[in-house]
């Protein structure tokens, strides 16, 4: 029997995925900056807010329809939460007690996480012995990264990593809320309505909890916080949507391996940081994990015993 592969990946695709995760480890390098002088939730506010204007003009000037309905529009409202405010907020409050780098890494476990909530909720993907094998060897990773302290003292740091966890599980829903109530829409309309509607959520919780957001920031933090919000979400949902497009949604989950590697590169060129072995051990772990619940590895591997066999 011949294996199905996903469709394959041309030189112009693969220079999309590399540079999709260099927009995208670019995000963890900009939240370090804007830190520096802006609160998490407001990080999260500027990042959506911002970004909805030049999106806004993308789907403007492609003549993409706007949909009318209120149903559509509680849904983008869901989406936003699920998929910019909650783990937006928590990777950028975890990166208040834990490197860029590592933020990145813990973040890698969002493919395996979002094939077991998709196994489990959703019936044309059901839940597989490689999904399940997989997601244990990323927590496995993630606890490799955390180490044998977290039993003995619980510590913010602990509290950082889990909330980057948290983001990953919440990506992992947002998946399933916008295939289950978005899928007719044009994705690039929902990349749009999902943004407007984290913004609608995000203005009352940051001037509840932060204050208005104070405008008076130096000329870094402000590239930083536009940085976030052109390159590393206007800039990478375009590129996003365009991989998937012509190379499905198997290639594209490469990208949560090649983030890493960026975000760390930034973080030791700019920010001065180090990686402790653990670390990498983990992300070793969670990248045996993905290339499980990927599947097409050791699909090959077994076709060529196959084929030598015959």
């Given at each position: 029997?011949?294996?199905?592969?996903?469709p394959?990946?041309?030189?112009?695709?693969?220079?999309?995925?590399?540079?999709?995760?260099?927009?995208?480890?670019?995000?963890?390098?900009?939240?370090?900056?804007?830190?520096?002088?802006?609160?998490?939730?407001?990080?999260?506010?500027?990042?959506?807010?911002?970004?909805?204007?030049?999106l806004?003009?993308?789907?403007?000037?492609?003549?993409?329809p706007?949909?009318c309905?209120?149903r559509?529009?509680g849904?983008?409202?869901?989406?936003?939460?699920?998929?910019?405010?909650?783990?937006?907020?928590?990777?950028?409050?975890g990166?208040?007690?834990?490197?860029?780098?590592l933020?990145?890494?813990?973040?890698?476990?969002?493919?395996?996480?979002?094939?077991?909530?998709?196994?489990?909720?959703?019936?044309?993907?059901?839940?597989?012995?490689?999904?399940?094998?997989?997601?244990?060897l990323?927590?496995?990773?993630?606890?490799?990264?955390?180490?044998?302290?977290?039993?003995?003292?619980?510590?913010?740091?602990?509290?950082?990593?889990?909330?980057?966890?948290?983001?990953?599980?919440?990506?992992?829903?947002?998946?399933?809320?916008?295939?289950?109530?978005?899928?007719?829409?044009?994705?690039?309309?929902?990349?749009?309505?999902?943004?407007?509607?984290?913004?609608?959520?995000?203005?009352?919780?940051?001037?509840?909890?932060?204050?208005?957001?104070?405008?008076?920031?130096?000329?870094?933090?402000?590239?930083?916080?536009?940085?976030?919000a052109?390159?590393?979400?206007?800039?990478?949902?375009?590129?996003?949507?365009?991989?998937?497009a012509?190379?499905?949604?198997?290639?594209?989950?490469?990208?949560?391996?090649?983030?890493?590697?960026?975000a760390?590169?930034?973080?030791?060129?700019?920010?001065?940081?180090?990686?402790?072995?653990?670390?990498?051990?983990?992300?070793?772990?969670?990248?045996?994990?993905?290339?499980?619940?990927?599947?097409?590895?050791?699909?090959?591997?077994?076709?060529?015993?196959?084929?030598?066999?015959?």
């Amino acid at each position: 029997m011949q294996l199905k592969q996903p469709p394959s990946m041309d030189m112009k695709t693969i220079a999309m995925l590399l540079l999709l995760a260099a927009v995208w480890g670019g995000s963890f390098f900009f939240a370090e900056v804007a830190l520096r002088e802006v609160p998490p939730l407001t990080i999260t506010l500027h990042r959506v807010f911002w970004a909805i204007p030049v999106l806004a003009f993308v789907v403007w000037f492609r003549k993409i329809p706007v949909p009318c309905s209120f149903r559509v529009w509680g849904s983008y409202l869901g989406m936003g939460a699920l998929n910019n405010a909650i783990p937006f907020s928590l990777i950028f409050w975890g990166q208040t007690q834990i490197d860029s780098g590592l933020a990145s890494i813990l973040n890698a476990t969002t493919a395996m996480f979002g094939a077991v909530v998709a196994g489990v909720l959703l019936v044309d993907e059901p839940l597989t012995q490689k999904k399940i094998i997989g997601a244990g060897l990323g927590v496995l990773g993630v606890a490799c990264i955390m180490g044998p302290e977290v039993i003995t003292g619980f510590s913010l740091g602990n509290m950082a990593q889990l909330a980057v966890i948290g983001a990953a599980l919440s990506y992992a829903f947002a998946g399933v809320w916008g295939k289950l109530l978005l899928a007719e829409q044009p994705p690039l309309m929902n990349a749009l309505g999902m943004l407007i509607g984290s913004t609608v959520l995000m203005i009352p919780i940051v001037v509840a909890i932060d204050g208005p957001p104070n405008m008076d920031l130096s000329l870094g933090v402000w590239g930083a916080l536009l940085g976030l919000a052109t390159v590393s979400t206007v800039v990478a949902y375009v590129l996003y949507f365009a991989i998937l497009a012509k190379s499905g949604a198997a290639n594209l989950m490469l990208v949560t391996l090649l983030i890493p590697p960026f975000a760390i590169g930034l973080g030791v060129l700019f920010l001065g940081e180090r990686m402790e072995l653990q670390a990498w051990v983990g992300f070793a772990v969670i990248a045996l994990g993905f290339a499980v619940t990927d599947g097409r590895v050791f699909a090959r591997f077994s076709q060529k015993e196959h084929d030598s066999a015959q």
